[in-house]
């Protein structure tokens, strides 16, 4: 197989012209190229009064870097940025673009302030079960950096595209699954800047025919960082899920996700304590490893819905990395009611914020 090489990726885009008539590889719009073992990742950055002309531009590049040999894939994100636009922590000003995702009735967001909190793991078995309670769900793996979904639905395919851009969701256990994690190699090291990483999970939500769902839950990125600001700016989230285990570090983590989503005005659904105790498989000893009740208390103290304790359980552990969640692979067992009831606590704060009389979410661009 031939060498896929950054200088032939940029030879090849000279051959696509921008708006302006140059080529895209001359011009300053093109700001980020990344091979890796025959994968394509670029970046165009241009103004939002540009971007409509600049959309052919990003799929005459994208074909242009498939034809190359040796291209397994090719992504092209297109960023458009609004000059002097106003700061993450800020609301985004309205009158931008606002492209529809169809067939959603309601988007919300499983968040962590930290990583290592189990949020990946929660977040399929929060869907899995609230398709227990009868509702159409969708799952989308928002953690470009670190895509965990492939690996826990036990899916490892490609995503089939249809009329050249639009992506079909995966489906598994009767779920709609979408994740970078389906289109590279999970040994890949996902080399993005922030623009990137944006305009890649926009692509994920308005270039993938999702639906008809109830419910699109979102696993974020962990952390409160730019990407997941923007998510909740730009996606008109119906709510958010702060996940957190019980020591006083992740919980100080657990306030920073609570306060994030409380400033951009997203109602918050709940908290859950993950790995909250541990029960001993043979003597039936119960250890609070972590210690216990701290998401609780600290749920009670925020005035935030408290959904529910997790334990830590090594059958979930070792369902999970086999690719065959607890709420699949035991249905009748208590983990799996656990997640059950999260699931109707959440469905219980979703309506009680009202997201069944919301219209389908929108996504601005800035």
Not at 53 to 74: F, H, L, M, N, Y
Not at 353 to 366: C, F, Y
Request: with cysteine.
């Amino acid at each position: 197989m031939a060498e896929v090489t950054e200088d032939g990726v940029r030879q090849a885009l000279s051959k696509v012209r921008t708006p302006e008539g140059v080529p895209l590889s001359a011009s300053p719009a093109l700001s980020g190229i990344v091979v890796t073992n025959g994968k394509v990742y670029l970046s165009i950055n241009v103004d939002a009064a540009q971007a409509r002309a600049w959309e052919g531009v990003r799929i005459a590049a994208e074909d242009t870097v498939k034809a190359i040999a040796g291209v397994t894939s090719a992504l092209v994100a297109l960023t458009a940025e609004r000059r002097g636009a106003p700061s993450p922590a800020a609301p985004p000003a309205g009158g931008g673009k606002a492209i529809e995702v169809p067939g959603v009735g309601a988007i919300i967001a499983v968040a962590s302030g930290k990583g290592g909190v189990g949020k990946s793991t929660l977040s399929i078995n929060l869907a899995l079960g609230l398709r227990d309670l009868g509702l159409k769900v969708g799952l989308l793996d928002a953690d470009i950096y670190g895509p965990s979904v492939p690996r826990l639905a036990g899916v490892h395919a490609k995503p089939e595209v249809i009329d050249g851009r639009t992506m079909l969701p995966l489906d598994n256990f009767g779920i709609q699954l979408m994740s970078i994690g389906f289109m590279v190699e999970e040994d890949t090291p996902m080399i993005w800047r922030g623009p990137m990483v944006m305009s890649a999970l926009s692509q994920m939500l308005r270039e993938v025919k999702w639906g008809p769902l109830d419910i699109l839950v979102v696993d974020m990125p962990p952390g409160t960082g730019d990407a997941q600001l923007t998510m909740a700016q730009q996606v008109k989230l119906a709510g958010a899920v702060i996940v957190s285990t019980p020591q006083d570090l992740a919980l100080i983590d657990a306030r920073r996700g609570i306060a994030m989503f409380q400033r951009v005005n997203v109602p918050l659904l709940g908290v859950v304590e993950n790995m909250s105790y541990f029960t001993c498989p043979h003597c039936g000893g119960r250890s609070d490893v972590f210690g216990h009740g701290g998401a609780r208390d600290e749920a009670k103290k925020l005035g935030v819905p408290f959904l529910g304790e997790v334990p830590l359980n090594m059958r979930i552990r070792e369902m999970s990395d086999a690719g065959l969640p607890v709420v699949v692979s035991d249905p009748q067992g208590p983990e799996a009611e656990i997640y059950r009831e999260i699931a109707r606590g959440v469905r219980a704060s979703l309506e009680r914020v009202g997201a069944s009389a919301r219209k389908a979410p929108r996504i601005v661009i800035e």
